[in-house]
Each structure stands twice: as C-alpha cells, then as structure tokens.
C-alpha cells in the first residue's frame, strides 16, 4: 500500500503563490507516476499536472497555462507543485495521485488540501 499526505494549502490572495507537497509513505518506490488533480465546487475533479521517476513532466495546459510547475523528490518520496500568478479560479481542493508503471489509472489518493485564492 502506498499513503499520499499533502500539504501546503491554503489562502492566498490573487497574484500570489503557493507550493504543494505530497509526501509517499509505504511502498512509494514503486509509485512510477506522481500527480496533482484538482476539483473546484460543483466541478468535476481535473487533472492538472504529473510527473515520472524520470523527471518527465506532463501539464493541462489550459487550466494552468504556464503558471505551475511540478517537481519531484524521489529520495524523498515527495511531489511539489509550484503555483504561481494564482487566480480566484484556480480554488479548488488539490490532490495528489500515483500510480505504477503499469497502471492505467491512479491507484492511490492523497486527502486534498484545500487552495483558497481571494480577489
């Protein structure tokens, strides 16, 4: 079993930034693909960025438009995501998602921290 825990949410005005974490805890190595999904109120859950073992970045062009990076740890079992230039819709609940090599879908989920972003 793989444990996903994110932190690093919270409200921040627009324009401003914030820097997600996720941490893996259990059997993390063998988590290939590492993501970050969001899900905005009365919105179905997006996805918004993932990145390899490799260091092989993927991102939802549309949603974030250049403002976000993602990052990754693997000594550390930890994701990152860097959100800069936010704007009132990108509040949502982010979270984290991995998956193995040969998984078609993310097998294990994170909680969600929340990301307020004010006018």
């Known amino acids: 079993q793989v444990q996903l825990v994110e932190s690093g949410g919270g409200l921040v005005q627009a324009g401003g930034s914030l820097r997600l974490s996720c941490a893996a805890s259990?059997?993390?190595?063998?988590?290939?693909?590492m993501g970050w999904f969001r899900q905005a109120p009365g919105k179905e859950r997006e996805f918004v960025a993932n990145?390899?073992?490799?260091?092989?970045?993927?991102y939802a062009a549309d949603s974030i438009e250049g403002r976000f990076t993602i990052s990754r740890d693997n000594a550390k079992n930890t994701v990152y995501l860097q959100m800069n230039s936010l704007k009132p819709e990108d509040t949502a609940i982010y979270y984290c998602?991995?998956?193995?090599?040969?998984?078609?879908?993310?097998?294990?989920w994170g909680q969600g921290t929340q990301v307020t972003v004010s006018s």
């Open positions: 990145i390899n073992r490799g260091g092989s970045v993927t």
């Open positions: 998602a991995a998956k193995g090599l040969f998984d078609t879908a993310y097998n294990y």
């Open positions: 259990g059997r993390a190595s063998s988590m290939y693909i």
